[in-house]
T-cell receptor, first 111, second 115 residues
Framework: DAKTTQPPSMDCAEGRAANLPCNHS???????VYWYRQIHSQGPQYIIH???NNETNEMASLIITEDRKSSTLILPHATLRDTAVYYC????????????FGTGTSLTVIP | NAGVTQTPKFQVLKTGQSMTLQCAQD?????MSWYRQDPGMGLRLIHY???????DQGEVPNGYNVSRSTTEDFPLRLLSAAPSQTSVYFC??????????????FGNGTRLTVT
């Protein structure tokens, strides 16, 4: 699986959009990009995933660059409850669902 | 649905003791896996299973055994606990396996301390 690079930490003001970047320059054509988050020491929570097109759901938006070498997770109106560690993962389909997590980005939402 | 249920939530063991961490899911997921998470680190894959009767090793399998006799359950066994196995353990599942892009659903973890 391709490796990912994320900044170790970021701050965001409450109510503003949080934009979390991820580099995956060695991604191959059929690898999906997934985002999870982990609040305190709870189990990671699935947020969103995509292959080529931008995706949006009730939690967030995922913007994938045209060359697919990087992506951005957007939380449109960050709240204090969005303070968490965010993980960007790339994974081949049909590989037994082996997800390899890095160290993620610790997002702090500031009142 | 209860989702993915892990028991116990907390456990303290002495070096050399054995124990089994339980994981059960009620979503009829084919795929189940175990991760460990150490302070300041991401999750590392220990073992995984793509269906009943089938298991395989992940990144850090040494010191752990697994079996998958039913779709619902995927226990993780520590045969002789060591202090290096002090960690938080997460179980995860996913369905369907085919189709390729199913997200993982995680339990809330078991916090294990080995003294």
């Amino acid at each position: 699986d391709a490796k990912t690079t994320q900044p170790p930490s970021m701050d965001c003001a409450e109510g503003r959009a949080a934009n979390l970047p991820c580099n995956h320059s060695t991604i191959s054509g059929n690898e999906y990009v997934y985002w999870y988050r982990q609040i305190h020491s709870q189990g990671p929570q699935y947020i969103i995933h995509g292959l080529k097109n931008n995706e949006t759901n009730e939690m967030a938006s995922l913007i994938i660059t045209e060359d697919r070498k990087s992506s951005t997770l957007i939380l449109p109106h960050a709240t204090l409850r969005d303070t968490a560690v965010y993980y960007c993962i790339v994974r081949l389909p049909n590989t037994g669902n082996q997800f390899y997590f890095g160290t993620g980005t610790s997002l702090t939402v500031i009142p | 649905n209860a989702g993915v249920t892990q028991t116990p939530k907390f456990q303290v063991l002495k070096t050399g003791q054995s124990m089994t961490l339980q994981c059960a899911q009620d979503m009829n997921h084919e795929y189940m896996s175990w991760y460990r998470q150490d302070p300041g680190m991401g999750l590392r894959l220990i073992h995984y299973s793509v269906g009943a009767g089938i298991t395989d090793q992940g990144e850090v399998p040494n010191g752990y055994n697994v079996s998958r006799s039913t779709t619902e359950d995927f226990p993780l066994r520590l045969l002789s606990a060591a202090p290096s196995q002090t960690s938080v353990y997460f179980c995860a599942s996913s369905y369907p396996l085919t189709g390729g892009n199913s997200p993982l659903h995680f339990g809330n973890g078991t916090r294990l301390t080995v003294t």
